[in-house]
C-alpha cells in the first residue's frame, strides 16, 4: 500500500512528511542467515527467484526483482516501489529537488537491501576490480 505525499512541500517541512513507510519496513528488516552457498553458479533466474522468496519470507512486498533477458545481462535487477509522487522541495535555488529526507532514506534502503541478499547469498556479491575496469557484479539495485 503507497502512502500519498504532498508533492509541494516546502524547505522547512518537518522530516517524518517526506519519509515512507514502506523504505523505513526495508531499512528496520532484519539482516538474514545465509541462506544457501553456490548461488551464483544458477542461471539468474534462479538467483532472481531466490532473492524474490528472501523478500516473501521476510515479509517485504513490492519490490521487484527480475532476470533481464537482454544481450550480454551479467546481473538480476532489483527495483523499489515507488511512491507516487516522490516528495519534493523548492530548494534555496529555487529549482524543484527530492526532499533530503526522503533521499536520505532511499539511499539508505537501497544500501540495505544489498546488505540483506549478501548476508543471505554470499556468492553474489560485487566481485568488480575498478583498476582493472573488470566488471563482475550481480545486483542492480535501484
Excluded at 12 to 36: C, E, F, G, K, M
Excluded at 48 to 60: I, S, T, W, Y
Excluded at 99 to 120: D, F, M, S, T, W
Aim: proline share 8%; net charge negative.
Amino acid at each position: 500500500m503507497a502512502t500519498s505525499f504532498d508533492p509541494t512541500t516546502t524547505i522547512d517541512a518537518p522530516d517524518d512528511t517526506a519519509t515512507n513507510p514502506l523504505l523505513q519496513a526495508i531499512i528496520d528488516a532484519p539482516i538474514p542467515a545465509v541462506r544457501r552457498h553456490g548461488l551464483r553458479r544458477e542461471p539468474r533466474k534462479v538467483w532472481a527467484a531466490e532473492v524474490r522468496k528472501l523478500f516473501r519470507d521476510l515479509g517485504l512486498r513490492g519490490i521487484s526483482v527480475t532476470a533481464p533477458t537482454y544481450s550480454m545481462a551479467h546481473s538480476i535487477d532489483i527495483t523499489l516501489p515507488s511512491s507516487d509522487p516522490e516528495p519534493t522541495v523548492i530548494g534555496e535555488d529555487g529549482h524543484l529537488t527530492h526532499h533530503p529526507a526522503y533521499r536520505a532514506q532511499k539511499n539508505a534502503c537501497l544500501a540495505r537491501i544489498g546488505e540483506i541478499v549478501v548476508a543471505a547469498f554470499p556468492d553474489l556479491d560485487d566481485r568488480s576490480d575498478y583498476t582493472t575496469d573488470y566488471f563482475d557484479f550481480c545486483l542492480s539495485i535501484r
